[in-house]
């Protein structure tokens, strides 16, 4: 079962920050993050273990609360280059790696 | 180093007809993902494979089929290609332990008329 994901788009100023939310009606293992521009693969942000951890990657962070089997993905000081989709990846029992539906993030001057 | 290469890049189908994607990748690992995306929407799970020789179903495994004869092939076929399977076809591998990220094929256009 795919991961909910919210907002589904999010229109930003540059220097606003942002969250992403995603969610799970499964008990999971690890949660991905990625990036993906229009008419490119998705480009790998950072990966959370079970355990309550939090990654950050320059001005990009998440935190994993694997009892709420949920994970946010934090974005400060949005930059142009932050525009594009957002996409959690959900790792459960069977090593299967399923998808939410995005969220459609826009940075304007 | 390829990383994980996808053939071909683009195809055309007529209703009915069958094809078969390739996906290679030289990195010997072991767990290998096709998913699709249709426009404005999220990444759906076909099949994957966690190894050589094994298969399993994802989120929408009907009307494709898999094969994992080589390590480093994972061949997604559509026996009879419907309206409905025109999507962009990505194909990703993993090193086998948990907790790594995902390596993406560049993409596969496919468009049934």
């Known amino acids: 079962q795919q991961p909910v994901q919210s907002p589904q788009a999010v229109i930003l100023r540059e220097g606003e920050d942002a969250v992403i939310n995603c969610s799970s009606s499964k008990a999971l293992y690890s949660v991905h993050w990625y990036r993906q521009k229009h008419g490119e693969a998705p480009v790998f942000l950072m990966i959370l273990l079970k355990g309550g951890e939090q990654k950050g990657h320059e001005k990009i962070s998440a935190s994993f609360n694997e009892k709420k089997q949920q994970s946010s993905l934090y974005l400060t000081a949005s930059q142009l280059s932050y525009s594009g989709t957002y996409f959690c990846?959900?790792?459960?029992?069977?090593?299967?790696?399923?998808f939410g539906g995005g969220t459609r993030l826009m940075v304007k001057p | 180093n390829a990383g994980v290469t996808q053939t071909p890049k683009f195809r055309v189908l007529k209703t009915g007809q069958s094809m078969t994607l390739l996906c290679a990748q030289d990195?010997?690992?072991?767990?290998m993902y096709w998913y699709r995306q249709d426009p404005g929407m999220g990444l759906r799970l076909i099949h994957y494979s966690v190894g050589e020789g094994t298969t399993a179903k994802g989120e929408v495994p009907d009307g494709y089929n898999v094969s994992r004869l080589k390590k480093q092939n994972f061949l997604l076929g559509l026996e009879s290609a419907a309206p409905s399977q025109t999507s962009v076809y990505f194909c990703a591998s993993i090193p086998g332990t948990r907790n790594e990220k995902l390596f993406f094929g560049s993409g596969t256009q496919l468009s049934v008329l």
């Open positions: 990195m010997n690992h072991e767990y």
């Open positions: 990846g959900t790792e459960g029992a069977g090593n299967m790696l399923t």
